[in-house]
């Protein structure tokens, strides 16, 4: 499957005019290689990292979905390796406020 293609069916963007602007950006990597080309191929057990929404995301792809389905579908399509949840990644953050 096309690397944009799947961004776009697992919700990780919401168009895939987006997921292609943020591959040639050239900051998203899979298995660790840097790839700036939305037609390159991916599939199960590939790793996959980027920054998105201020913080880096790096996930493993479990399935290759065959729609856009709902979110709940579409989260079981890769494993999030990252440590922290979301919220824990805003308290880490300095607070501007007590400077």
Do not use: N
């Amino acid at each position: 499957m096309r690397l944009d293609k799947y961004l776009w069916f697992v919700r990780l963007v919401k168009t895939r005019a987006l997921a292609q602007a943020l591959i040639e950006q050239g900051h998203l990597r899979i298995d660790g290689r840097p790839v700036d080309r939305s037609h390159a191929t991916v599939k199960p057990g590939m790793v996959l990292g980027f920054p998105l929404h201020d913080r880096v995301r790096v996930l493993r792809i479990e399935l290759l979905p065959m729609r856009r389905g709902p979110a709940a579908e579409a989260q079981a399509c890769y494993t999030d390796l990252d440590p922290l949840p979301p919220d824990e990644h805003r308290r880490e953050q300095p607070d501007a406020s007590s400077s």
